[in-house]
């Protein structure tokens, strides 16, 4: 458990559940889902990334790397998400999203793991085709966000997606290769059991990895080559859950901005997650 010693010490006099998180952060996304799912109350700290505010220094005493989530019990204060989740399970086991014995739950662990190592991935496809008009910075900005931040792998990274209009290609190829393997895997799984991806019990699997690939559906990722997988999308999407802690903090506006950029772009400069790696196969 990813427990860490914040540097505003106000934090460890908070009672309850109290989440720092951002609208369409995917590791946010996780988290809420997490705690739709065990019908808990929590208190919302709404962190806007276009305006910056993790590059804050009140947030950056939250969580020094300046990412969201942050999530707080009882004055305990953990920022990683599949630790978040899987301390949700333990700390409040009803409704249960572990399933029984040593097998299946090292199982699930390997279907957490994978939905995080995906994470780097899904941020890399998410700037180049969803993200590049939502949040245009001038020389001045950047140098700003610099200073501000103190994640430094961040802010490079963000300056290198400001910096041209496309991340290198190998890249982009390299994120959709990995990402098409996961779903190939995912779609076996769920070809073998289902209606979940463990089997009959809908787990933290399910909230990990329902942000990841709604993030793809956003981009219009051709989930119809998995087809145990997208029925299981279609499944997902109707739960109570992944309304309120996904879909509502997404109101159907941005997902059609969204879905209008990524078919501009494709139409006007033939860049669209489709026509890379083993997508254009």
């Not at 700390?91 to 249960?96: G, I, K, L, V, Y």
């Not at 990722?221 to 087809?227: H, I, N």
């Not at 879909?247 to 078919?263: G, H, K, N, S, T």
């Amino acid at each position: 458990m990813p427990v860490i010693e914040p540097g505003d010490p106000a934090l460890k006099n908070l009672k309850g559940l109290h989440l720092w998180h951002g609208d369409l952060s995917s590791c946010s996304q996780r988290v809420r889902i997490t705690l739709a799912e065990k019908g808990l109350e929590w208190q919302s700290h709404p962190i806007s990334i276009p305006d910056n505010e993790h590059a804050t220094p009140q947030f950056q005493a939250i969580n020094p790397d300046g990412l969201v989530p942050a999530f707080v019990h009882d004055g305990v204060v953990m920022i990683e998400s599949k630790d978040i989740i899987q301390y949700l399970d333990a700390a409040f086991p009803e409704p249960p999203l572990t399933p029984d014995g040593a097998e299946d739950a090292a199982l699930l662990q390997k279907w957490i793991d994978d939905a995080d190592t995906g994470q780097s991935d899904l941020k890399l496809l998410s700037h180049e085709f969803l993200f590049r008009p939502r949040k245009n910075m001038s020389p001045e900005d950047l140098d700003a966000f610099a200073a501000a931040h103190q994640n430094k792998e961040l802010v490079e990274f963000i300056r290198e997606w400001q910096s041209a209009d496309m991340f290198d290609a190998a890249r982009i190829v390299a994120a959709v290769d990995r990402t098409h393997a996961y779903f190939q895997e995912l779609d076996d799984a769920l070809r073998l059991g289902g209606p979940w991806i463990m089997g009959a019990q809908f787990t933290l699997a399910e909230a990990a990895w329902m942000p990841n690939v709604h993030r793809m559906w956003l981009m219009d990722w051709p989930l119809d080559r998995y087809p145990n997988l997208a029925a299981w999308f279609e499944r997902a999407r109707q739960r109570p859950s992944f309304i309120t802690g996904l879909a509502d903090w997404e109101p159907a506006v941005v997902a059609q901005r969204f879905q209008d950029y990524v078919a501009e772009r494709g139409a006007d400069a033939g860049i669209h997650v489709r026509n890379f790696g083993a997508l254009a196969a």
